[in-house]
């Protein structure tokens, strides 16, 4: 079947607009994570989302990130007012949950911020 | 808090042998993974370690040492095509095991 998939691939914005990333995860997936990856460096936990429970957000940055889940399937992560600082590629990944080990990634989306 | 640390960068040789190293502090510890990650790509699941000891899968091993928050990949036969970036990571107590926290890549080159 098919994998983690994300859109946009790329996406250049102007400092201060909202941008919306979207990540459609591996079918029967019920766990989600967003990270953030900046060149060269480690993934940063943004947020994780576990069936119907409560998200975990405690790797947002500032109260500019937020994520949604819609039927437990697709999420989208929205950036408001996007700073310079914002630019990395955001990757999103899902796994097997509860426990589940192996977390699958998509492609990521690289944002810009100009 | 959690912890990672593994070198920044190791270069080899093709057809040779090459470890790398990740020590972690972390509460409540489940196990290690490693990813693979080519440069522009997705991380790619390499290996998980619950216990103690060696797991091998073709020409990739890897090992952990639970008493001493260590572990390592193990790269044997290198291949060109073995240059990208290998994470560790460890699985936790937050959120019911759920979670990984990443080091922050060993970026590996591989020289003929």
């Known amino acids: 079947g098919a994998g983690v998939s994300q859109s946009p691939s790329n996406k250049v914005t102007e400092k201060g607009k909202d941008v919306e990333l979207r990540c459609d995860p591996i079918s029967g997936h019920t766990a989600l994570y967003w990270y953030r990856q900046s060149l060269g460096q480690g993934l940063e936990f943004l947020i994780y989302?576990?069936?119907?429970?409560?998200?975990?957000k405690s790797g947002l940055p500032s109260d500019r990130f937020s994520a949604e889940r819609t039927g437990g399937s697709v999420s989208t992560l929205t950036i408001q007012r996007t700073q310079q600082e914002d630019s990395a590629v955001y990757l999103c990944?899902?796994?097997?949950?509860?426990?589940?080990?192996?977390?699958?990634f998509g492609p990521g989306t690289r944002l810009t911020v100009l | 808090g959690q912890s990672l640390e593994q070198p920044s960068e190791v270069t080899a040789v093709e057809g040779a042998i090459v470890q790398i190293n990740c020590t972690y502090q972390?509460?409540?510890?489940?196990?290690l993974s490693w990813y693979q990650q080519h440069d522009g790509g997705a991380p790619t699941f390499l290996s998980y370690?619950?216990?103690?000891g060696l797991e091998e899968t073709g020409r990739f091993s890897s090992f952990l040492s639970r008493s001493d928050s260590y572990g390592y990949l193990l790269l044997q036969e290198l291949q060109m095509k073995d240059s990208a970036s290998y994470f560790c990571a460890v699985r936790d107590r937050r959120n019911a095991g759920n979670m990984l926290t990443f080091g922050g890549g060993t970026r590996l080159m591989v020289k003929p």
């Open positions: 990944a899902s796994s097997l949950g509860p426990s589940g080990n192996e977390q699958f």
């Open positions: 370690n619950a216990l103690d």
């Open positions: 972390t509460s409540g510890f489940y196990g």
């Open positions: 989302f576990q069936g119907n429970s409560a998200p975990d």
